[in-house]
């Protein structure tokens, strides 16, 4: 894999100085510490026991043979939790260990702390849970049409939203409609489900070690449920490897803190991979409809949608996944006029919520199906047709909402489409089998694989809607030319660490940068998804900074009768800009120390009302894909050659950090597209490990051609927009596009409507 035609930083560069990532040196040495790393003196491993059914009533359970094992510390229940017996992201639903019936496989039933993990499974073992097993509710659709039985009081229906605009009744010269499929989506993350929780001696509290992307909102649902209020339950964030949306949601959190505070001693809980994949929300699989009304010349005169999203077990972020879906039903085009109804139901599959893209995965696999669907039946080219509805500045949403984020859309579509292609035949110059469909495999035939191309447009919301109060916290003190930070944005990979910094240095003029100990100490800064850590507690480091310079500025100007309206950072340098003052921020601060505090928050967003009208999003960013692939027509085989791409960025503050997060989401646009499926049969995960789980490999990766889109967002403090979920998301259709194409120029034309295509979908089996 390459990636070209994307500006690189220099140490002057886009934002203050842009040095290495502060915990690269140390992941690339293997000396990071995971949250699976974290130990301590005395400590204990913890472990849970899980349902083996879909849907079952628990009628005993019977740890007695678990406590006559050595080495076992304490088993605990339902019975054992102090507080609130249920937790959840928005609607608290999902119990801390299963009470009289358990809804997926997997679901907590009890926890054991023992003196080595091996003596821990030997006590999940010996407990004896008797199930009375009952059906599973398996298919959505008998939720809708009322046949299912209900299997949680608050009902199988986990929000049900309309959305209706303009004239419900106008039709165009040309329809076309399609049903389209997605899978289950495994964030599939490397570094798995870890925590230790630290007792406190002799008061009560304690203190938990976690890779998460919330400290705030799990130390909120983890003291409700330890029965404790929040000041005594303090969350450190530990090393994360990875999350999309995954760790928004509890795991293991409470459960670690029930043992450590039951014992009095550190306990320590790791998931393996098989339990991970029970352990943690997926991307909802979804069923979606929609129908197309246009000109004669390809002009969007309604869309028609029914969504119907699978959101399993527990409500988890399933209404708000919903709401996106269904608020980015036109995609990045101009609609007039639309009538959309979505559904997202309970079932006695595994809990979904959130992952990267957030719902707007699904609306734009649908949407970007139906845009090829109209340029073949008006005999317009397919970008083409997405250029004349392309969206602008100005245009007025189907929420009614207006558009006042900078949409360059149709800049996204003219520079993807002007990339270079690549220059490789099929199977590359040399006839290198691994450039073939199949690679090491050798089954390709050169003579029966044919290239394919394909576009894919997308617009993705950016932070969080429908009136929630978003904000982030940052601190920051200034001494001795020393700017040490203190916020409690999640690390999870993404480089907030470095654009910190990097802000830091930029406003305040100094060199060296001090991060704290991220952890509850300080206010929130919200969850590390919805794109918008940049944006957010971006925006908070940039406010504190703000105010210490400006600070340090007046009291300067008090000891040398400046006016402080004068002063500027030059530099690392303070300056009268109307005389010759200057000196360093270094001896500025050199017997002095400001300390501040600062909030930020977004512009605030409204619900929707039972139409489906309102400003519920906040701000928006806005990409375009064009996949490459070659198909070996007669075995279905995938290998995707080159993906294109323009995103609008803002500003890019770090151009290195945007292309690591093009590159991602790109990987995982890819394996949603030819790969990645959770398959459960009968409730049952049949694939909870990285050998039958597919993801892809730099083998499978294609070469990565990107431009940035720099047209500074005026709404952001920073005029930079959030970068991490629009790449995972068109670049789905786009692949799934060159793949039909290629079939086309077969002379084997057949609409692929699901996701991820198979071979047999290819060959048409």
């Known amino acids: 894999m390459s990636t070209t035609g994307v500006e690189q930083p220099t140490r002057d560069g886009v934002l203050g100085t842009s040095p290495p990532r502060p915990d690269g040196i140390a992941k690339v040495q293997g000396s990071f510490e995971f949250s699976s790393d974290l130990g301590d003196d005395d400590v204990l491993w913890g472990a849970t026991l899980r349902s083996p ?27 054992d939790v102090p507080g609130e017996m249920h937790y959840g992201l928005i609607d608290q639903d999902q119990p801390v260990f299963a009470v009289d019936v358990v809804r997926y496989v997997g679901e907590p039933v009890a926890a054991v702390a023992a003196d080595h993990p091996e003596t821990c499974r030997r006590a999940l073992e010996a407990i004896v849970v008797e199930y009375e097993v009952l059906d599973p509710l398996l298919d959505p659709e008998t939720v809708l049409d009322g046949s299912a039985p209900e299997i949680h009081p608050a009902g199988n229906i986990l929000r049900r939203q309309r959305v209706v605009h303009g004239d419900v009744e106008a039709t165009g010269d040309v329809v076309v409609e399609g049903t389209y499929e997605l899978g289950m989506q495994d964030q599939a993350f490397l570094g798995l489900e870890a925590a230790l929780a630290i007792p406190d001696s002799g008061g009560g509290g304690v203190e938990l070690h976690i890779a998460t992307q919330w400290l705030h909102e799990d130390r909120g649902q983890i003291a409700a449920c330890l029965g404790l209020p929040d000041e005594q339950v303090r969350l450190v964030l530990g090393g994360v490897g990875g999350a999309f949306g995954a760790r928004e949601d509890i795991s293991l959190q409470v459960h670690t803190c029930l043992l450590a505070l039951r014992l009095d ?91 990267r893209g957030f719902g707007v995965v699904q609306a734009c ?15 317009i080219d397919p970008v083409d047709v997405r250029l004349r509805n392309a969206m602008r500045t100005g245009d007025t949403l189907i929420t009614g909402q207006i558009m006042d984020s900078v949409a360059p859309v149709e800049q996204c579509i003219r520079e993807t489409v002007a990339l270079p292609f690549p220059d490789e035949p099929v199977g590359g110059h040399d006839g290198d089998v691994m450039r073939l469909p199949g690679g090491a495999g050798r089954t390709a035939d050169a003579e029966h694989v044919v290239r394919g191309i394909g576009y894919g447009v997308a617009m993705k919301n950016l932070m969080y809607s429908e009136g929630f109060d978003d904000y982030s916290t940052a601190r920051c003190r200034l001494a001795g030319g020393v700017a040490t930070l203190k916020f409690a944005t999640a690390e999870v990979g993404q480089g907030f660490v470095t654009l910190a910094a990097q802000i830091a240095r930029t406003i305040l003029g100094v060199d060296e940068v001090e991060l704290d100990r991220i952890d509850t100490t300080v206010g929130s800064a919200g969850s590390t998804s919805a794109s918008r850590q940049t944006w957010m507690s971006g925006g908070a480091v940039a406010a504190v900074c703000e105010a210490v310079r400006d600070t340090l500025f007046v009291d300067l100007a008090a000891v040398n009768g400046l006016d402080a309206g004068n002063l500027a950072i030059e530099g690392t340098d303070i300056i009268d800009t109307t005389g010759p003052f200057r000196i360093s921020v270094a001896d500025a601060t050199a017997r002095a120390e400001i300390d501040q505090t600062a909030v930020y928050r977004h512009r605030p967003t409204v619900e929707l009302d039972e139409n489906g009208q309102g400003d519920c999003h906040t701000a928006f960013a806005f990409v375009a894909h064009r996949a490459v692939v ?136």
């Not at 036109?330 to 979904?352: D, K, S």
């Not at 696999?365 to 008006?378: F, I, N, V």
């Not at 005029?719 to 786009?734: C, D, L, Q, R, Y």
Request: net charge negative; charged share 20%; glycine share 8%.
């Open 365 to 379: 696999y649908a949407h970007e199906s139906q845009m090829d669907r109209l340029a073949e039946a008006t005999g």
């Open 265 to 355: 001693r550190p306990v320590r809980m790791h998931y393996t991979r098989a339990e991970s994949f029970l352990g943690h929300v997926h991307r909802h699989p979804a069923t979606i409809w929609m129908r197309h009304h246009a000109t004669s010349d390809g002009e969007i005169v309604k869309i028609e949608a029914r969504y119907v999203f699978d959101g399993g077990a527990y409500a988890s972020t399933s209404s708000a996944v919903l709401l996106n879906a269904i608020s980015h039903t036109q995609g990045p085009y101009r609609c007039p006029n639309a009538i959309v109804e979505g559904f997202a139901v309970r079932t006695n599959h595994l809990p979904c919520g959130a992952m």
């Open 630 to 765: 070659d198909v070996d027509v007669e075995l279905g085989l995938v290998k995707v050659i080159q993906v294109a791409t323009a995103q609008d960025v803002g500003r890019a503050l770090n151009p290195l950090s945007v292309t690591g997060q093009i590159e991602g989401g790109i990987a995982q646009g890819l394996g949603l597209a030819v790969m990645e499926e959770i398959v459960q049969v009968d409730g049952t995960i049949r694939n909870a490990s990285f050998t039958d789980y597919l993801l892809p490999t730099m083998l499978d990766m294609p070469d990565v051609v990107a431009t940035l889109i720099e047209q500074p967002e005026p709404l952001a403090p920073l005029g930079a927009k959030g970068v991490g979920e629009p790449p995972s998301i068109s670049a789905t259709p786009a692949i799934a596009a060159a793949i039909r194409d290629a079939l086309r120029q077969a002379g084997r034309p057949h609409q692929i409507d699901r996701v991820p295509i198979r071979p047999t979908d290819i060959v048409g089996v």
């Open 53 to 79: 059914h879909p849907h079952a009533r628990i009628v005993r359970i019977d740890p007695s043979a678990a406590w006559q094992i050595a080495g076992v510390e304490t088993v605990i229940t339902a019975d």
